[in-house]
């Protein structure tokens, strides 16, 4: 991944990913649970300018022709990437969840 694929708002982590045509699913698990993980390490560190967004934003980009793409944005708490990472939710009810508010650009 490059640091470009990366933004750090004032209280959303965003994270951007390019997936296959028929894995985005699999990009966002990823994505997000990657983020949570992140998060509670920096929790768990204790320092004093600790990034601890409280929420979790993540596009993944889906090929749907050539040079074409469609954008997928979904988002969450950071408290529940977390959970995902630690895996006290599974990905199939993440899933659930955060597709109520998926949008597609």
Known sequence: ?????????????????????????????????????????????????AYMPANVQVSVRVPTAKDSFNTFVASCSSKMANELAEGRMDSAEFMQKITKNLKIM
């Open 1 to 49: 991944m490059d640091s470009e694929q990366f933004e750090l708002g004032e209280d959303t982590f965003f994270m951007t990913l390019e997936s296959g045509r028929n894995n985005f699913e699999m990009f966002m698990v990823i994505g997000f649970a990657s983020a949570g993980q992140a998060v509670a390490h920096q929790k768990q560190m204790g320092l004093s300018n």
